[in-house]
């Protein structure tokens, strides 16, 4: 424990939501989910208007449609947030070399070890301005917690959210934490609560009373003893600025069980190869391959297998995933696969004695084939199977980026029945109108993803092309725009299909007329509507 609170811990506000919103003027103030679309799909984030309806991370899809029907149901763009993560990370190495990175959107920083902050009154100027920045830099809001220990600057920083800082005064651990559940505890679980439960203990001051001799009985000697730490609001934990990984993983839910053998068997060495990419772009290697199948049922098997060495010779975790599945029976059908590697290393050792032959590469390429021919491709030249994708309609996914050789950049609100419907705005825009395209229309194509903030009416993309500075894309002469004053309120649902000659939409949106404009917990205008209006259509692909 340190005496000055100079563990700083950011966790950026509905991260994946928010990105969303801020690009997407037509969905701030309403709820997103971001996530699986699919009827096996996961949410992966809850917009806070969304979580009122009880839609939560991790959530099964198919349950959060349940509680929020009319949320935006989004598909997530990884890469986008991938660079405002960058931006963010960027901001917090400027304040210390010890930056502990623990996901995309959240990270531990020392603040000591940079020299900016010393006592409680810097640590929250440090804090303040750290906010300030990412909103100007992002366009999102984090939340910010300081204290003397990393479990507890986490906690600080739950407590600030939405939005906000909250710092904890060394000398005040116990005070803050007594009241709160067992579960705010760093590795408490479900069955560790319960444990605790059936002892009757249920708050953090409980835990601390019970001592440390009762909690060792209770629930082990490494587990009890560290429990009865934190409890105390002790944790010696350093941020530590690499934390090496131990194992790397890539894992599969399929829409519909997987009952065929040989397309199991396909879709594994399809999860091998993804593997080894992972693991040789982290430049490591590693000895024991894992594989995971989720059958019909949720029962979940895993089996591993031990190399004599070191390896990313993605023949080898091939060979090894494939005897893997010789050992599970798959017949009832299987809804995941996955493929991993631990024991990592920063080496590779050659095993001579590895059954790595062009036979069994010539094999795994004869598999393949065979579950293409089982999905229904011919595979008898490599013309036909191209025109045949070329045939096949283009697979619009709800809130992906697209430009339309007229209308310019939007984004993809559903798609099904052949059409997809498509709202035309931008991030700094108002909300936008809504048009439907038959989903093979040529003048619709995949766009990229526009800059949240420091672009304009003058900065738009080309397509194929990433913004990198403002001053590269002069203005677009084919796509004029007018001022914002003089934009005609959208028209609704109804008016805007009514008004183009395209077929209607798979898909209606509720469209609300323009109404006064307030202020976003990011600082960007927003649009309120009365509680009648109609919400965000929810948005799925068929």
Known sequence: ?????????????????????????????????????GGRGVVSTASYEARVFGVRSAMPTAQARRLCPNAAYLTPRFHVYRQVSEKVMGLLHELSPLVEPLSLDEAFVDLEAGGVADDAVSARAVGERLRRDILAVTGLTGSVGLAGAKMLAKIASEQAKPDGLVLIEPGTERELLGPMTVRTLPGVGPATAEALRKAGIHTVAETAEAGEAELVRLLGRAHGTGLYAMALGRDDRPVVAERDAKSISVEDTFEVDLTDRTRVRAEVMRLADRCVQRLRAAGRSGRTVVLKVRNYDFSTLTRSETQRGPTDDPAVVREAAGRLLDLIDTTGGVRLLGVGVTGLADFT???????????????EARLVEEARAADG?????????????????????????????????????????????????????????????????????????????????????????TVADESAHPPIAEEPRRPMAADPPPPTASAATAAEPSPPAAQSSGEPAIRPKSRSAAGRPTVSSPASSASVAEISSR
């Open 377 to 465: 491709a011919t595979g008898d030249s490599g013309t036909e199977e191209a025109e045949e994708a070329a045939e096949r309609p283009r697979k619009w996914l709800p809130g992906l980026d697209v430009v339309h050789a007229e209308y310019g950049p939007g984004w993809a609100q559903g798609s099904g029945l052949g059409r997809v419907t498509v709202r035309f705005e931008q991030p700094w825009s108002a909300p936008g109108r809504v048009r439907t395209f038959l989903v093979d229309d040529p003048a619709l194509t995949p766009g990229e993803a526009l800059p949240l903030v420091g672009g304009g009416p003058d900065v738009l993309p080309v397509a194929g092309e």
């Open 1 to 37: 424990m340190r005496r000055a609170p100079t563990i700083l811990h950011l966790d950026m506000d509905a991260f994946f939501a928010a990105a969303e919103q801020a690009a997407k003027p037509s969905l701030r103030g309403k709820p997103v989910v971001v996530g699986g679309i």
């Open 349 to 363: 050792q050659e095993d001579l004695f590895a059954q790595v032959a062009t036979e069994r590469a010539a094999e």
